[in-house]
């Protein structure tokens, strides 16, 4: 995967490809926004990609014996559930932006009573925000009484950031607050508008006698926030930190006003390593004492802080090793053990097959930069997993009335052949589509001279054709020219050849944190299907990456419990972390046929019961025998 070469464009780091927008009032005069590269809404996770795979899988493994599925909260809608979490007797689940809400139905927080585990109820639904979802939510017992925070990230135009509610009555949540989430540094956020971005993970806890909630935020800067909520209904931003501080430590980030050095930091958070290459983050998880947080942070690893002072947090360590799994890093997960001598941390990766993609004439034939799209048929699937044939140029691919953009794609003229195309102006979809019903069987589609090599992830609607992303000097030695105006729509180019290799989907990563300064890669786990996606035994619609993963120290025994998309729920001893054992596992189908797709874990510390979110089925709930 090359690295952007030029920071130019907000994009997002996987599918997404929408702008931030500032805000009303902004200066028109300052820095433009459009320069900048950072996250958006879901920037970890190639949505259309996951739903399609969703929507046409049959697997179906036989249930393991000793992962037995005690109870079930139904909710068969396909791709829907998302995060689980429990606390006393009653467990709560997330609403995926597939039902995005109108503040007026039930695509929020779904609350189950569960003090019969065997048949549990649904209580109540706290609605999201109209124009926002509901991915995260936590519950605990703080000092200001039993608070729920819940995330809010906008799928319709609604409000990011995250809801606080009192759960004296679980059945009757009474609400606290809406707090709206910034970035923190002052130009971006005063001058370009960077403002109310979502919160895509929580985590609830105390230290002393004060309550507080960190939150994943989906800013540019400080992406981890930490807020004073000793007054739920009156929370206050208390301190941050952010991967920026890796490589640009000393800076003053709330006052930094230098565009080029924002530019700078810009391009280093979202650049990485692999397909989706970005260092922002994604997961959280705090100790009990409230003293250590240990951040997923994507391609920067796995970063522990001491935030024993939340206004100052500190750098403790960065657990990174590229050479690990598939030359992915996507810390995507971590849960410690109970004395910290052992984490856990989930990888989570879409791209389960490297792309070669070849020149294979002309005076520039040979290997370049590619990503396959997301919404594209997988060339896998492919005879010879393997798309090749001539090209021609069929310029912006748009459908009328885009002026300037939209001159009729030529129609193909022989079989096989595939349509060069130029990024910008409309959706991937639109353009594949439109290659599609001119008669090519392939696309190529090459990034903007503006955007210059910077690869993507092709995401929108799913399309029918195959397709990779290559860069703008790639596109231009295919179509063989020296510049975009030189570029004549339904002039031949030169032939290309892509395949992809399997090079699997992701496991996890056990750490040895016995010198929590110098952590050390102790062992991976991959099972058949995440290691090897071309597996007989795996279903070629399956979605075979890690997920969440959940720590637990019972008499000395250390178990992550894990939930792996179509793998199923899974159950680890870890207490050795250089030989962790499967104990056990379940996967299958609900009520309706339709295959488990875990996305959530969690474990009531001490009780014999886990909880794991099915985003086609709801609530399960198992105990191991």
């Not at 990024?423 to 008669?439: L, S, V």
């Amino acid at each position: 995967m090359s690295r952007p070469t030029r920071t130019v464009a907000l994009i997002t780091v996987m599918l997404t490809l929408s702008l931030f927008t500032p805000a009303a009032g902004a200066n028109p005069d300052g820095p433009d926004p459009s320069d900048l590269q950072g996250p958006a809404e879901e920037f970890m996770r190639p949505l259309e990609q996951l739903d399609a795979r969703t929507a046409t899988s049959s697997h179906n493994v036989a249930v393991s014996k000793n992962l037995d599925p005690i109870g079930r909260g139904i909710r068969n809608e396909l791709g829907v559930t998302t995060d689980v979490w429990a606390h006393r007797k009653f467990a709560y689940t997330g609403t995926f932006s597939t039902l995005c809400s109108t503040g007026d139905n039930d695509s929020g927080i779904w609350v189950w009573n569960v003090r019969n585990p065997t048949k549990p109820s649904l209580s109540t639904v706290i609605d999201s925000a109209a124009g926002s979802k509901a991915n995260d939510v936590k519950v605990a017992t703080m000092n200001s009484g039993e608070i729920l925070v819940m995330s809010n990230e906008s799928c319709n135009g609604g409000p990011g950031g995250f809801d606080i509610y009192d759960m004296a009555n679980p059945a009757n949540p009474v609400f606290l607050s809406r707090v709206q989430t910034d970035d923190i540094n002052t130009l971006l956020k005063e001058d370009l508008g960077f403002v109310d971005f979502g919160v895509h993970n929580l985590f609830l806890f105390t230290q002393g006698d004060k309550d507080y909630v960190a939150a994943v935020v989906e800013s540019e800067f400080g992406n981890f926030q930490i807020f004073d909520i000793t007054d739920p209904a009156n929370p206050e931003l208390a301190g941050f930190w952010g991967a920026e501080q890796l490589a640009f430590p000393g800076i003053d980030w709330v006052n930094l006003d230098d565009f080029d050095k924002i530019l700078e930091v810009d391009a280093y958070l979202a650049s990485g390593f692999g397909a989706s290459a970005n260092r922002f983050l994604h997961d959280i998880t705090i100790t009990t004492d409230g003293d250590s947080a240990y951040l997923a942070n994507w391609d920067a690893g796995l970063v522990l802080l001491d935030i024993s002072d939340v206004s100052d947090p500190q750098l403790v360590s960065v657990a990174i090793d590229p050479t690990s799994e598939d030359g992915e890093v996507n810390s995507h997960s971590v849960w410690p053990s109970e004395d910290g001598s052992i984490v856990v941390e989930g990888e989570e990766d879409f791209a389960p097959f490297a792309t070669v993609f070849e020149v294979t004439t002309g005076p520039g034939a040979g290997e370049y930069p590619a990503s396959e799209g997301g919404i594209t048929t997988p060339i896998f699937s492919l005879p010879g997993s393997t798309m090749a044939g001539a090209t021609v140029y069929a310029g912006y691919a748009c459908s009328a009335p885009n002026p300037g953009f939209d001159d009729p794609v030529p129609p193909a003229t022989d079989s096989g052949q595939i349509a060069l195309i130029q990024r910008g102006a409309c959706a991937f979809t639109e353009k594949i589509d439109n290659a599609e019903a001119a008669g090519y069987e392939g696309v190529v589609v090459f990034n903007d001279a503006d955007r210059g090599d910077a690869l993507v992830v092709m995401g929108g609607d799913p399309v029918n054709l195959p397709g990779v992303f290559v860069g703008h000097s790639t596109g231009l030695l295919i179509a063989g020219v020296a510049s975009a105006d030189d570029l004549v729509i339904g002039a031949a180019g030169e032939s290309v050849n892509v395949t992809v290799i399997p090079d699997g989907w992701s496991g996890l990563r056990i750490w040895d944190y016995s010198d929590p300064t110098n952590p050390v890669l102790a062992s991976t786990f991959n099972t058949v299907c995440s290691a090897n996606p071309i597996d007989p035994s795996c279903d070629p619609a399956g979605t075979y990456s890690s997920h969440n993963v959940i720590v637990e120290t019972v008499n000395n025994k250390v178990r992550a419990m894990v939930s792996w998309y179509s793998d199923g729920m899974f159950v680890f001893d870890v207490t050795d972390p250089y030989d962790p054992i499967e104990e056990a596992r379940f996967s299958g189908t609900n009520e309706l046929g339709d295959p488990t797709d875990f996305w959530g874990v969690y474990k009531i510390p001490g009780k014999p019961y886990i909880y794991g979110s099915d985003r086609n089925g709801g609530l399960w709930i198992f105990r191991v025998n």
